[in-house]
């Protein structure tokens, strides 16, 4: 088991911001109908010139640099995205093409859906670290924007593009807590091809809603089981922005104060392996995440998968 810490974090977001109005003009809907149901006023999609591998690696670099290392001390580079450009290679490869990234290190991408990010943590945790490239490049990347069904109110008024990056110092023998799992049920989340016509996001919404809130319950249940641990212990609790409704459900169920709870859904929509991260990187840019704080991240997504970790900074 290896201790993870964040060290540095970087973001990839597309310049056309899409709000409701703009939606408006597309699908039956208005500013009002999306924001009652789902927080959401605009989010970010990829325009000529943009895609999951750009904003990737415009995430990765910042990332980096923000960490003040050297991408020669990264060992590991993780994508957590089902969005990639290619069928294969994958988008962990095309980044460290991009950036270049040391040659013969693993690079490799994960898909569990709005989960990907703790799927990553948990499976970096497991990693026998480099004592030369000690760093691993974790990054929650979507281009939602290319799945999507813009005739589909339901579904087309909660996506977002966008990228988050973090840059992670793995220590051999140290102490991190992640737990991940799944249900086999494709039925209601899923997506049938991204490169096939007709592949777009199917949603149910209220077994969605159901769903989520009986994991992250357990997952909270869990780690108050599992470890000495309890969410008051945190500093923030970081929800996967799936919805507003959601995560207020949440928040109520558990008495999380608001000043532990932040929200980006606003602004960024659903960006599925990216949110988690997103939402990171904010409290991180904005001076919250000073050495010794502590993040509890919960996610769920198609699959069904669902997890959760407790971050150190």
Not at 51 to 78: D, F, H, R, Y
Not at 184 to 206: D, S
Request: proline letters at 4%.
């Amino acid at each position: 088991m290896n201790g993870l810490k964040i060290v540095g974090m970087g973001r990839g977001i597309p310049a056309k911001r899409v709000t409701n109005d703009d939606l408006s003009k597309i699908v039956e809907t208005d500013d009002e109908w999306i924001r009652k149901r789902t927080g959401i006023r605009s989010r970010h999609f990829c325009g000529e010139g943009e895609s999951n591998t750009t904003m990737a690696c415009e995430a990765a670099l910042e990332a980096v640099k923000n960490a003040g290392i050297s991408l020669s001390q990264i060992g590991i580079c993780v994508a957590a995205t089902l969005t990639t450009d290619y069928v294969f290679p994958g988008c962990a490869c095309r980044i460290q093409e991009a950036i270049g990234l040391s040659d013969g290190i693993p690079c490799f991408d994960i898909n569990a859906a709005c989960s990907g990010f703790i799927y990553g943590l948990y499976i970096l945790s497991g990693v026998r670290p480099d004592p030369e490239k000690p760093y691993a490049l974790l990054v929650g990347v979507e281009q939602l924007s290319r799945i999507m069904d813009m005739n589909d109110r339901s579904t087309c008024v909660l996506f977002g593009d966008g990228a988050a990056a973090a840059v992670i110092k793995m220590d051999e023998g140290g102490d991190f807590y992640s737990h991940v799992a799944a249900r086999g049920n494709t039925p209601i989340l899923h997506c049938e091809g991204m490169h096939q016509e007709g592949g777009y996001i199917y949603m149910a919404g209220r077994d969605v809603f159901t769903f989520a809130v009986e994991v992250v319950e357990k997952e909270v249940a869990r780690l108050e089981e599992t470890t000495d641990y309890t969410l008051d212990d945190m500093d923030y609790v970081v929800l996967h922005q799936a919805n507003e409704r959601i995560i207020r459900h949440i928040q109520k169920k558990k008495n999380i104060p608001d000043e532990k709870l932040p929200i980006n859904i606003y602004e960024l929509g659903n960006t599925s392996a990216a949110s988690i991260p997103l939402v990171l990187y904010e409290l991180w840019t904005a001076g919250k995440l000073t050495p010794g704080k502590k993040v509890f991240v919960s996610g769920f997504g198609g699959g069904l998968t669902w997890g959760s970790a407790v971050i150190e900074f």
